[in-house]
């Protein structure tokens, strides 16, 4: 009997090891791009490469533990509030260019001796050769695309990087943060009459003008606003300026990160911007950008708020969008950072494009 009792006991054994993940050494994880990785049980020192890798590292509350920064984010702060509110990341050791395409320096990664390496924007070919000269485990985490904020592979990006950090209890934080914010703004504009809208100056590559849009924009999408170049698809688009004439669309919204070409681009062409509807009964509105080294949530979502009091006044009669866009950075990203990103590039406000000024104004409510 103890002889039949010994043999189970060791078949359950071996069975738990069969199927536990975790070795003596640390746990096995599946990265977004489905490859088996082994991390350390416990992670303190990790470097975050690729675009907007380093700001979900950020939302987690886990910037502590970052031991070197790619050199994109040393030298620029504009238009990304996770590096505006740590500022101190900036001062940490380089670990190569940054930038999308460029690969990092495993010689600078291999001196700081990261647990981790969190990559983003890589192949599992670059990962896996990242990891072999290196030693050091590599995870690649996803962005996602921004179709609306509920982004599954973003949610699931913060989930996996939460397990590593053990910061598990904040991912999820996040993540209900994303989807409330979502919500409320969907039901806010819950019946309304859309109104005809379109944003110009999208930043894709670089700055752009008027005729650079998307055809899908988020904050228009979750307040129930009629984008008309969505007659166009889906994603980035550079549309004939001719088509704004067609559409003639009741609001122009303009991402501030081309505010500068559109200013230049009306001194040249006055009589077109003055045919627009928009721009004669002065709706025309300034914008914060939110790509910056991938997508600035936090950014979008303030965007949809302004949107939404500038377009539904009623429905948004207890938001100030400016507070608003605080409270949502000091949750992601620890501080309120809208007053710098304004200096920066306008901020919220009504556009003269004759005199080239962004003033704070909004429709009053009825």
């Not at 809208?338 to 005199?355: C, P, S």
Request: glycine fraction near 10%.
């Amino acid at each position: 009997m103890k002889r039949i009792l010994a043999l189970i006991l060791v078949a359950f054994i071996l069975g738990c090891i069969g199927e536990n993940p975790s070795s003596s050494k640390g746990v096995t994880i599946k990265d977004m791009l489905g490859r088996s990785v082994e991390v350390p049980k416990e992670v303190h020192r990790i470097v975050a490469v690729g675009p907007g890798c380093l700001r979900i590292i950020v939302y987690l509350n886990a910037s502590d533990m970052v031991v070197g920064v790619e050199d994109f984010e040393k030298r620029y702060s504009f238009g990304r509030p996770y590096i505006i509110a740590h500022p101190e990341l900036k001062e940490l050791p380089s670990i190569g260019p940054g930038g999308p395409g460029k690969l990092p320096n495993l010689e600078a990664i291999m001196e700081l001796k990261p647990d981790v390496i969190f990559a983003t924007y890589i192949d599992e070919r670059t990962a896996n050769d990242i990891q072999e000269k290196t030693g050091i485990p590599v995870v690649v985490l996803s962005y996602g695309e921004l179709s609306n904020f509920t982004d599954e592979e973003l949610f699931n990006s913060l989930k996996l990087a939460g397990k590593i950090l053990g910061k598990e209890e904040r991912a999820e934080e996040v993540i209900s943060f994303i989807k409330s914010v979502e919500e409320d703004l969907r039901k806010r504009t819950e019946g309304v009459k859309e109104k005809k809208v379109y944003v110009g100056g999208i930043g894709y590559k670089g700055a752009h003008g008027i005729e650079s849009t998307k055809a899908d924009y988020p904050p228009f999408e979750v307040v129930h606003a009629y984008n008309v170049a969505s007659v166009l698809g889906k994603g980035h688009k550079f549309i004939d300026k001719e088509a704004l004439l067609k559409w003639q669309p009741e609001y122009i919204f303009i991402d501030e990160g081309g505010l500068k070409l559109i200013l230049e681009d009306y001194k040249k062409n006055p009589d077109f911007y003055e045919s627009l509807k928009a721009v004669k009964e002065g709706k025309v509105y300034g914008l914060l950008p939110y790509n910056f080294y991938a997508t600035n949530i936090g950014t979008a979502m303030a965007d949809a708020y302004f949107i939404g009091k500038v377009l539904y006044p009623d429905r948004f009669k207890d938001v100030d969008p400016v507070k608003k866009a605080d409270e949502i950075y000091e949750f992601l990203v620890g501080k309120p950072v809208y007053k710098v990103l304004a200096e920066q590039f306008g901020g919220f406000g009504r556009i003269d494009l004759k005199n080239g000024s962004v003033k704070y104004s909004l429709p009053q409510n009825p």
